[in-house]
């Protein structure tokens, strides 16, 4: 843990990821609501004096721009604030992820208006976000940490919001720390057409690399790295 606060607890641990997970919920309805809203002005300038006050109530004891959450585990990559799935996070579309140790994953996810790009439609960006997860969860499910280093994603056809979205990936090849995925997003209701599909390239830090890039955080960090 960083310098000045103990590691916590299981039972510590468990119970502030249900509090965060409690408020994450709380934010993104907040932030689904502050995106569809028509309210007059006066109403926008009331809600925005409120939500600085939230603010302000939060930053009374915070952490540093490296610092690892409490409710985080480095070592098997589980990151409770995560912009892709974490349950703290209120930027996050709610994508629920699970894998199995041969090196595949799979998650499910609904995206709503926060993540809109064309109208109507979720934004790239984001489905490539949402193809680069399960990429690189189904590769650490196998013990092959890495960070990306080449993901190419091909759009097939327009991803609409609203719409319960399945996202699969599997590993590759795999030739010394460098690990290869494909994934492919499609619609729960119509899975055998592909709205989008993308292949990857993993490469697993070396542990002294590791220790260079994460330094700032003041943790070992392994689920990056290359396992022997």
């Keep these: 843990m960083q310098e000045g606060r103990p590691s916590p607890s299981p039972e510590e641990r468990a119970?502030?990821?249900?509090?965060?997970?409690?408020?994450?919920?709380?934010?993104?309805?907040?932030?689904?609501?502050?995106?569809?809203?028509?309210?007059?002005?006066?109403?926008?300038?009331?809600?925005?004096?409120?939500?600085?006050?939230?603010?302000?109530?939060?930053?009374?004891?915070?952490?540093?721009?490296?610092?690892?959450?409490?409710?985080?585990?480095?070592?098997?990559?589980?990151?409770?604030?995560?912009?892709?799935?974490?349950?703290?996070?209120?930027?996050?579309?709610?994508?629920?992820?699970?894998?199995?140790?041969?090196?595949?994953?799979?998650?499910?996810?609904?995206?709503?208006?926060?993540?809109?790009?064309?109208?109507?439609?979720?934004?790239?960006?984001?489905?490539?976000?949402?193809?680069?997860?399960?990429?690189?969860?189904?590769l650490r499910a196998a013990g092959r940490g890495g960070l990306t280093a080449t993901l190419t994603v091909k759009y097939r056809r327009p991803v609409h919001l609203g719409v319960p979205l399945l996202v699969t990936a599997e590993m590759g090849e795999t030739a010394g720390r460098r690990t290869t995925a494909h994934a492919r997003l499609v619609a729960e209701d119509s899975p055998e057409v592909v709205l989008a599909e993308a292949e990857g390239l993993f490469v697993a830090l070396r542990a002294e690399q590791a220790a260079d890039v994460f330094a700032a955080t003041g943790r070992s960090v392994g689920a990056w790295t290359s396992r022997t």
């Design 15 to 138: 119970a502030r990821r249900v509090a965060v997970g409690e408020l994450g919920d709380a934010l993104r309805e907040l932030v689904d609501a502050a995106v569809r809203t028509e309210v007059p002005e006066a109403e926008l300038e009331a809600a925005a004096a409120v939500a600085r006050e939230l603010a302000a109530r939060l930053r009374v004891a915070g952490r540093g721009l490296h610092e690892i959450a409490r409710v985080d585990d480095p070592e098997t990559g589980e990151r409770w604030y995560s912009p892709v799935y974490g349950p703290g996070s209120p930027v996050a579309p709610p994508l629920v992820a699970t894998d199995t140790p041969d090196g595949t994953a799979t998650g499910r996810v609904t995206v709503g208006k926060a993540h809109e790009g064309p109208p109507g439609l979720v934004h790239g960006g984001v489905v490539a976000t949402l193809l680069d997860h399960v990429l690189a969860r189904a």
